[in-house]
């Protein structure tokens, strides 16, 4: 989950944090790290250009990238189903 | 035009690896980068606002220079938020940014670089910053115009009742830069708000 929020916190310019910062509960929008509607888009653009998975639906988005273990989940499970 | 004399408040340039508050240099830096540049500014004047980062680098120049020319000479109260203007000016509007952004179409376009092509957005990241309502507007231009430059802001205070205004040149395409503001009021000081005196700070 590092190298995830790793990635996350390059794509995202997220200069002033760390990792560990990052709880892998946390909520990744509003009253958790903050995040905003252009940050949703790279996390998409992140997922893409990273995992190769394209969210192929929009209503999975909120459940998706509410924290980063959500998002690891999610990588998981379609990374599993493409192998 | 009604006869309503304006004065230069307070000015700031960043340019060359320097950065000037008042017309005397405040700090100095030499960095292998644009952007590491632009960091130990943020950290020298221990800014905190994360968003920073997020912004393009016409922003972060505008907005960084702006943060140092309020800094100890506005008192955020003293005005409402319709009544402080923006006015900026520059020859390349948006293009460093314009280009990186075209770069990355090729692949997966960028949402975040996206929303920086328009000059215009250093405007409102100022703005959202200090709460800013009023008149703004960014211009291109060939090159710093002192004379329209004056006229147009003299122009919005004698006739939108406006009490302050930011205004100046922000300009970034790569590696070369300059931003120089300038806080226009019509409380009394010994600069007075004419094309001469803009020019005089310009040409530090």
């Not at chain 1, 790290?33 to 888009?41: N, Q």
């Not at chain 2, 100022?126 to 800013?132: R, V």
């Not at chain 2, 302050?164 to 790569?174: D, M, R, S, Y």
């Amino acid at each position: 989950m590092t190298d995830l929020k790793l990635q996350i916190i390059a794509q995202l310019n997220l200069q002033d944090l760390k990792p560990e910062d990052i709880g892998d509960d946390q909520s990744l929008f509003v009253d958790g790290l903050g995040l905003d509607s252009i940050d949703a888009l790279e996390l998409i653009v992140l997922l893409q250009q990273q995992y190769k998975i394209k969210l192929a639906n929009a209503d999975e988005g909120p459940a998706v990238f509410k924290t980063v273990r959500t998002m690891a989940e999610y990588i998981t499970a379609h990374q599993a189903t493409n192998s | 035009m009604e006869n309503i004399q304006s004065y230069i408040t307070a000015s700031c340039a960043i340019k060359n690896g320097k950065v000037f508050k008042n017309e005397k240099i405040i700090f100095e830096n030499i960095e292998d980068t644009l952007s590491s540049f632009f960091v130990s500014i943020y950290k020298n004047f221990e800014m905190q606002y994360p968003k920073f980062y997020k912004m393009d680098m016409l922003s972060k120049l505008g907005w960084l220079a702006a943060e140092i020319l309020l800094k100890n000479n506005f008192d955020t109260q003293k005005y409402k938020a319709d009544e402080v203007a923006i006015i900026l000016a520059n020859t390349n509007a948006s293009i460093d940014t314009d280009t990186k952004y075209f770069e990355t179409i090729k692949d997966i376009a960028s949402p975040a670089l996206f929303v920086y092509t328009l000059p215009n957005i250093v405007i409102g990241e100022i703005s959202i910053k200090h709460n800013f309502k009023g008149e703004n507007a960014f211009f291109i231009s060939e090159k710093f115009d002192p004379i329209f430059l004056k006229n147009y802001v003299q122009n919005l205070i004698i006739n939108n009742n406006l009490q302050a205004c930011i205004c100046g040149w922000v300009e970034l395409v790569k590696e070369d830069y300059n931003a120089t503001l300038f806080l226009i009021e019509k409380e009394q000081n010994n600069i007075k708000f004419t094309a001469e005196n803009l020019n005089k700070i310009y040409a530090l």
